[in-house]
Nanobody
Framework: QVQLVESGGGLVQAGGSRRLSCAASGRISSNSFVGWFRQAPGKEREFVAAIRWNAASTYYADSVKGRFTISRDNAKSTVDLQMDSLKPEDTAIYYC????????????WGQGTQVTVSS
């Protein structure tokens, strides 16, 4: 089992920055992936970014590439999502998720944190 708890959501103006944090615990191996997804009102959940637990590889959706940065804080055992140059279309509930390896789907999910970007 893996437990995930997100934090850091809130209201931010367009062009601003926000940092989300996902505290991960449980059975996480070096081959595990932790990712961020988001779901806007009336839209399907979409992939945002992911990192392999050993931090060797990172992955981004085209819509956030160059603006968002995913990283792992070893000391805190968290996966952070630094969001810069935020746009109103980034408004969504952001979810942290984990999977055992690239061979598995994301099966562990956090409760989500709301990010609202005002224009």
């Amino acid at each position: 089992q893996v437990q995930l708890v997100e934090s850091g959501g809130g209201l931010v103006q367009a062009g601003g920055s926000r940092r989300l944090s996902c505290a991960a615990s449980g059975r996480i191996s070096s081959n595990s992936f932790v990712g961020w997804f988001r779901q806007a009102p009336g839209k399907e959940r979409e992939f945002v970014a992911a990192i392999r637990w050993n931090a060797a590889s990172t992955y981004y959706a085209d819509s956030v590439k160059g603006r968002f940065t995913i990283s792992r804080d070893n000391a805190k055992s968290t996966v952070d999502l630094q969001m810069d140059s935020l746009k109103p279309e980034d408004t969504a509930i952001y979810y942290c998720a984990a999977r055992k390896s690239s061979l598995y789907d994301y099966e562990y999910w956090g409760q989500g944190t709301q990010v609202t970007v005002s224009s």
